[in-house]
């Protein structure tokens, strides 16, 4: 998954409006939350990336879903994005803000992807070798994406580390087609 450059923009946005509002843990809080309903949920990830809908029905939908659980500040980003025609990148967004608060916080966050579900002990594995790696503190999200066929990925700091057979197929082809 490549976060796309505005997410990156928008995310930074709220970062600094939570900051100032004394919110940044909080926002973190509603953020992760979000990025693991959307990847747990595939009928809301759909729902957030499909433009079909009029806008009316989608900010019932939203108001229904959100307003009164996860604040004002985010309520009216949520909104915001709505109007924009923005909110199809709600995902990026949600996890480009804990990058930027991990960050400023002296924190990582990565978010493995893998064809299997991990169990504790795996994800816990990962987790500590990659902070043996970082010299530092991760905080590791766990997603099950059938298409790698085997490996996996990471997603960590916005760059992504693909290691799986799927990647490694895509690559193969695209440099014997350069060829």
């Avoid at 480009?96 to 608060?101: C, W």
Wanted: net charge positive; charged share 25%; with cysteine.
């Amino acid at each position: 998954m490549q976060v796309h450059r505005a997410a990156k923009r928008y995310a930074k946005m709220l970062y600094d409006l939570a900051s100032e509002d004394g919110q940044a843990e909080k926002m973190n809080s509603i953020m992760t939350s979000l990025s693991k309903l959307l990847l747990a949920n595939a009928e809301l990830s759909a729902f957030v990336k499909n433009c079909a809908l009029p806008s009316k029905v989608r900010m019932d939908i939203l108001s229904a879903l959100f307003e009164k659980r996860c604040g004002e500040l985010f309520w009216k980003f949520l909104r915001f994005l709505e109007v924009k025609r923005r909110i199809v990148l709600l995902e990026h967004i949600a996890f480009s803000y804990s990058q930027i608060y991990m960050k400023a916080n002296g924190m990582a966050d990565a978010l493995i992807k893998t064809p299997f579900v991990l169990d504790a002990g795996q994800q816990t594995s990962v987790q500590k070798h990659l902070e043996r790696k970082l010299s530092g503190k991760v905080a590791l999200m766990a997603a099950e994406d059938a298409s790698l066929i085997g490996g996996f990925t990471i997603l960590m700091d916005w760059t992504l580390y693909d290691l799986s057979v799927s990647g490694m197929l895509e690559s193969l082809k695209r440099n014997s087609l350069n060829t």
